[in-house]
T-cell receptor
Framework: EAGVTQFPSHSVIEKGQTVTLRCDPI?????LYWYRRVMGKEIKFLLH????????ESGMPNNRFLAERTGGTYSTLKVQPAELEDSGVYFC???????????FGQGTRLTVV | AQKVTQAQTEISVVEKEDVTLDCVYE???????LFWYKQPPSGELVFLIR??????QNEISGRYSWNFQKSTSSFNFTITASQVVDSAVYFC???????????????FGKGTKLSVIP
């Protein structure tokens, strides 16, 4: 069974540019989560999808971040325009049911210069 | 609000030594879940264990064991006879069903970097 996959693994962009991160969850997992780890800090929750619906987006830092999950399969997280403080590792996770183990991808390391 | 504290930032041990990683949590809920994840150098977070708040039995899985004590709000992780492959960052996390719109989002500690020296 394929795990959670994230693309790209690394991205370096200039301040003001747009970047789109993609996450393919484990097949059949309705719950999809995005998390972010900024250098030296904890891994922080960004948002949660149940199928294609946003269940909780309380962790999204501001309106420069837009997440979608069309069709309830893969998800994208777009940052537009990117700022220096957006640099960090963005993790995606999926789970079969809420409260059960969440399986994480390898993360996308975003560097904004 | 929920919080997870991993006071040990980095630990180094010599191979075959036992090592305990500490995790202390704060929550106002009576129902919650605790997790440990391992992050090897490759970067992904690997699930190790999930424990619910009503089950205080200790768990053993091979060289890994977990000690859950509600009285001290701790969920410590012990690796027995450590090996070089155990070198990684280990994260403790807490999930509450009644916070964050019921998303069961994970609240993570800062992680403990374990280095096992051959």
């Amino acid at each position: 069974e394929a795990g959670v996959t994230q693309f790209p693994s690394h991205s370096v962009i200039e301040k003001g540019q747009t970047v789109t991160l993609r996450c393919d969850p484990i097949s059949g997992h309705d719950n999809l989560y995005w998390y972010r780890r900024v250098m030296g800090k904890e891994i922080k929750f960004l948002l949660h999808f149940v199928k294609e619906s946003k269940q909780d987006e309380s962790g999204m830092p501001n309106n420069r971040f837009l997440a979608e999950r069309t069709g309830g399969t893969y998800s994208t997280l777009k940052v537009q325009p990117a700022e220096l403080e957006d640099s960090g590792v963005y993790f995606c996770a999926s789970s079969q049911a809420r409260g059960t183990e969440a399986f994480f991808g390898q993360g996308t390391r975003l560097t904004v210069v | 609000a929920q919080k997870v504290t991993q006071a040990q930032t980095e630990i180094s041990v010599v191979e075959k030594e036992d090592v305990t990683l500490d995790c202390v949590y704060e929550t106002r809920d009576t129902t919650y879940y605790l997790f440990w994840y391992k992050q090897p150098p490759s970067g992904e977070l690997v699930f190790l264990i999930r424990r619910n708040s009503f089950d205080e039995q200790n768990e053993i899985s091979g060289r890994y064991s977990w000690n859950f004590q509600k009285s001290t709000s701790s969920f410590n992780f012990t690796i027995t006879a450590s090996q070089v492959v155990d070198s990684a960052v280990y994260f403790c996390a807490l999930s509450e069903p009644y916070s964050g719109a019921g998303s069961y989002q994970l609240t993570f500690g800062k992680g403990t970097k374990l280095s096992v020296i051959p």
